[in-house]
Nanobody
Framework: VQLQASGGGLVQPGGSLRLSCTASGGTLDRFAIGWFRQAPGKEREGVSCISSVDGGTYYKESVKGRFTISRDNAKNTVYLQMNSLNFEDTAVYYC??????????????????????WGQGTLVTVSS
């Protein structure tokens, strides 16, 4: 399956963006989806993820209450709604997929590090 992240752009602090992760060559309903980001000069970090079967979710502490992950299997798309964006959210955002994480219980220890499929990133720039 090939993943593609889209929806990035330039936004002012306090603004919103909605990222989309779409797939070709397969359907996303079989996969858990994770969103990751990498800021300039920093390591990639997990932001949020959603399981495939029970829809369990996990959020990095710094985005809780601001970001919402959701999936629309009919559109073969997973979204990351990002509100109240701040400068620290500036990064390239990537989506990843894996069939392993079918339940939110898999996220009890945080966002898993191992994901089978990765998409190209989309740049989010928060700037005034």
């Amino acid at each position: 399956v090939q993943l593609q992240a889209s929806g990035g752009g330039l936004v002012q602090p306090g603004g919103s963006l909605r990222l989309s992760c779409t797939a070709s060559g397969g359907t996303l309903d079989r996969f858990a989806i994770g969103w990751f980001r990498q800021a300039p000069g920093k390591e990639r970090e997990g932001v949020s993820c959603i399981s495939s079967v029970d829809g369990g979710t996990y959020y990095k502490e710094s985005v809780k209450g601001r970001f919402t992950i959701s999936r629309d299997n009919a559109k073969n798309t997973v979204y990351l709604q990002m509100n109240s964006l701040n400068f620290e959210d500036t990064a390239v955002y990537y989506c990843a997929a894996d069939v392993t994480y079918y339940s939110g219980r898999h996220f009890a220890g945080g966002i898993p590090l191992s994901w089978t499929y990765w998409g190209q990133g989309t740049l989010v720039t928060v700037s005034s």
